[in-house]
């Protein structure tokens, strides 16, 4: 399964305050705060660890059909490596996340070994959706394959295994 998320940095920066009080309070777990801290870029931190909870949360909506989203249960580590953990009830989702200076993009899949798989697709590909969550028709298989799309600001990334 997959599930990705991609932030855009200069709207970020627009709309959202993340200094504002509460905020990371609500959002990131104290280890995940303290990586905010310490980060030379603590923006970049904040959006870089927000990015890998929403695209592993995208996993788990589809896994479970809940729709409860409760930021600071899913739980970031392995932060420094290329490979990343999210741990969300018991489920375990990798991440690998893209940085440059306009956006920040989250891959998540429940099997590291299908990073070596990602498709990225495009604009003209025909969506089907169900209850809000995207697939596409396979021919070849004739079955509908699970797609991840993510928007945000001037980016937009759509991602299937
Ligand atoms: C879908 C959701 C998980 C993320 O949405 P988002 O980050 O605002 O927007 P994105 O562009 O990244 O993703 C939207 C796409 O996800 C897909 N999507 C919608 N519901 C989905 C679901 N339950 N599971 C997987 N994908 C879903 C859709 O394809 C949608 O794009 P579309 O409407 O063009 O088809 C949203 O339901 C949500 O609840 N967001 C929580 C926001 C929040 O408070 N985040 C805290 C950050 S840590």
Known sequence: MI????????????????????????????????????????????WNLWSRKEAAYKIYNRQTQIRVYNPIQLVCSNTHLSI???????????VKTEISDDYIHTIAVTKSEDFNKIIVIDNGIKVE?????????????QNLKPISISHHGRFEMKVMI
């Open 129 to 141: 959706k169900h209850n809000g969550i995207p697939s596409v028709y396979d021919e070849k298989s």
């Open 3 to 46: 599930g990705n998320d991609i932030v855009d940095l200069a709207l970020a920066r627009k709309e959202s305050n993340w200094q504002r009080k509460g905020f990371l309070d609500k959002i990131f777990t104290k280890e995940e705060q303290l990586l905010i801290f310490k980060s030379s870029n603590s923006e970049d931190m904040v």
């Open 84 to 94: 990343g953990k999210v741990i969300y009830n018991k489920h375990t989702y990798f």
